[in-house]
């Protein structure tokens, strides 16, 4: 129990006027209290910095028996703008957003910044034009608003009577100061949080190394609010990093440096897995040492092969980078090796198909008497992975020859292999029995079973008699072949029902004849010329029969081809694999 002094003077009315003061003084401590307790608990609703400034204004007037308040935030170039503010009317909104009285009111925001303490202003300090007030307050508490010690801005609280400052109002001015730190820390917490969040759901879509790179990059860069992000990669030797790519540079530095020695300090930490901070890199000689600049760096892990690059994230203003975004930069270089992972695995298996495809796709044309053969095949653009459209050519031992062009359903390896294996199948029964509907009889009962529930294959298959320019056509739920007619310059199409394959066994087919006159073309496509993309509008059936028919008359085959698709590709995108197949009928000389 705290025991009061004894009194020589009075001593009864001295003890009954310290109780007094004593009480008082309690009580203001309890009001202090309880105004911080309520101010905590509604900071603690906040998520965002935004809505802490937000809150910070409408609070601090009643708690602080004042008229109107105001958050102002530093820019990069240091000087005030308005985050939030209250009680103001609309006139005043627009006079604090004036840059001549932003100006003014630098002033005491940089002596309250400067000392790290609340600054009450009544009288004559509040109303003097340095104060950046009059004669709008008669009195000014300046409350630092700081996040890790570094400076964010104040919350200016304005009185319009002059407001007789206590201690209570003094304490009360820095205990709001102190609970405004730990809120803005815990909202830029939160903030990094959702903002990982977002990162790996960014940077998780690209299975491209390139746009990852740049994902990755400006992923940092929104992230942190960093001015600039670099990602480097390890050299083959595992001694140096290589920049990548990256986003952003900060004004007066010319760019990130383009190579790191690991075996130099303090960068050798990276290689050892170990994060890199501001004060680490500070007068960095390969940062080129700019002025203000500060930078922190974080190494891309592999879970077998260790450090496998580096994010740079570079901060020109204030505030710099806290020990948050140092931690926040660990968690998405983390997420960006999975992602990079991801990427190499993915390009490695696009490169394996792509070649597979190619050996698919390798057919010898053979040279017809009286006919020619040309070919389109473009894959998709965009991220699309490796298709399963085909098409091929071969020689029978009557002098006839079978062509094919088909789809297989799904993309990558597997498409790649069911592609192989439909084309060579074919070759097969086409071998025994080159009639279209017995070929595609046997084609699908021998991959029934073997393509798996959710794979099938369309195809049109022909057998083309030159001596006789005579076709025997059959399809496998394909879209149906165009044959433009030299003579009438009308074209046609031949619709030939058939199931897909792969699907159900003992399906039949039926076969179509069609009679060639010289100068006639037939033209085989897949599906990706039809749905060739512009803005909600397909290419079409029709747009590809015009195409047809608009050719000049001399054309080889392979012009002919290569015509129809680049009519396509001019309308729009091309979002699949697209093969173009046409035979031409030599016209008689």
């Not at 200016?156 to 001015?173: M, V, W």
């Not at 994060?275 to 077998?304: K, Q, W, Y």
């Not at 086409?430 to 798996?452: E, R």
């Not at 165009?482 to 030939?496: A, D, G, I, K, P």
């Amino acid at each position: 129990m705290e025991v009061l002094p004894e009194s020589g003077v009075n001593g009864p009315e001295q003890r009954v006027i310290e109780l007094e003061r004593k009480v008082v003084s309690l009580r203001e401590q309890s009001e202090v209290a309880q105004a911080l307790l309520g101010l905590s608990a509604a900071l603690g609703t906040t998520r965002t910095v935004d809505e802490t400034l937000e809150l910070a204004v409408r609070a601090a007037v009643p708690a602080m028996g004042a008229d109107r308040a105001v958050a102002l935030k530093l820019t990069e170039e240091g000087a005030p703008t308005v985050a939030a503010a209250h009680g103001f009317t609309s006139e005043d909104i627009a006079s604090l957003k004036d840059g001549r009285r932003g100006v003014l009111m630098a002033v005491p925001m940089r002596r309250a910044l400067s000392s790290r303490e609340p600054l009450l202003l009544e009288g004559d300090a509040a109303a003097e034009p340095s104060a950046g007030t009059a004669p709008y307050a008669s009195g000014l508490v300046v409350v630092p608003l700081t996040r890790w010690g570094d400076d964010l801005g104040v919350l200016q609280i304005e009185y319009l009577e002059p407001p007789g400052f206590s201690p209570r109002q003094a304490t009360l001015a820095a205990g709001i100061a102190a609970e405004l730190a730990t809120a803005l820390a815990n909202a830029r917490q939160y903030s990094l949080f959702q903002g990982l969040r977002r990162f790996g759901l960014r940077i998780s879509r690209r299975l491209q190394l390139g746009p990852l790179i740049e994902h990755i990059a400006g992923g940092v860069v929104e992230l942190l609010d960093a001015d600039a992000a670099a990602v480097y990669f390890s050299d083959p030797s595992e001694s140096s990093l290589v920049l990548a790519g990256g986003e952003g540079m900060p004004a007066g530095v010319s760019g990130s440096p383009l190579q790191i020695d690991l075996a130099a300090a303090p960068w050798t930490r990276l290689a050892r897995g170990q994060s890199l901070t501001a004060d680490d890199l500070r007068g960095a000689s390969e940062l080129g040492g700019a002025g203000d600049l500060r930078v922190i760096a974080s190494p891309i892990p592999h879970a077998r092969e260790g450090t496998i690059g580096a994010v740079l994230a570079f901060f020109a203003g204030a505030p710099g980078p806290s020990p948050d975004d140092s931690e926040a930069l660990g968690v998405a270089a983390s997420q960006a090796g999975v992602a990079i992972k991801n990427a190499r695995r993915y390009e490695r298996q696009r490169r394996m198909v792509r070649h597979l495809q190619d050996g698919l796709l390798k057919t010898d044309i053979p040279v017809m008497d009286g006919c020619e053969i040309g070919t389109v095949y473009q894959p998709a653009s965009g991220t699309a992975t490796v298709g399963g459209d085909f098409y091929d050519v071969f020689e029978l031992t009557d002098g006839r020859y079978g062509f094919v062009v088909g789809d297989v359903s799904g993309k990558g390896a597997e498409a790649a292999a069911q592609t192989a294996m439909a084309k060579y199948m074919l070759r097969a029964y086409a071998t025994s029995d080159p009639s279209p509907a017995s070929v595609l009889f046997n084609l699908n009962n021998g991959l029934v079973g073997s393509m798996g529930e959710e794979r099938f294959t369309t195809l049109v298959y022909g057998l083309f008699d030159p001596a006789e320019r005579r076709c025997w056509l059959a399809s496998a739920g394909h879209p149906g072949p165009l044959v433009h007619r030299h003579l009438t310059r009308e074209v046609e199409r031949v619709e030939v029902p058939g199931g897909i394959l792969g699907a159900f066994e003992d399906q039949h087919y039926k076969q179509e004849i069609v009679d060639f006159l010289p100068g006639d073309i037939l033209l085989a496509y897949t599906d990706g010329v039809l749905e060739v993309r512009s803005h909600d509008e397909l290419y079409g059936a029709d747009r590809l029969r015009h195409s047809l028919s608009e050719l000049p008359p001399d054309l080889a085959a392979a012009d002919i081809a290569r015509r129809v698709f680049e009519a396509a590709e001019r309308f729009g995108t091309i979002s699949d694999d697209t093969v173009v197949f046409a035979l031409k009928c030599f016209r008689e000389q």
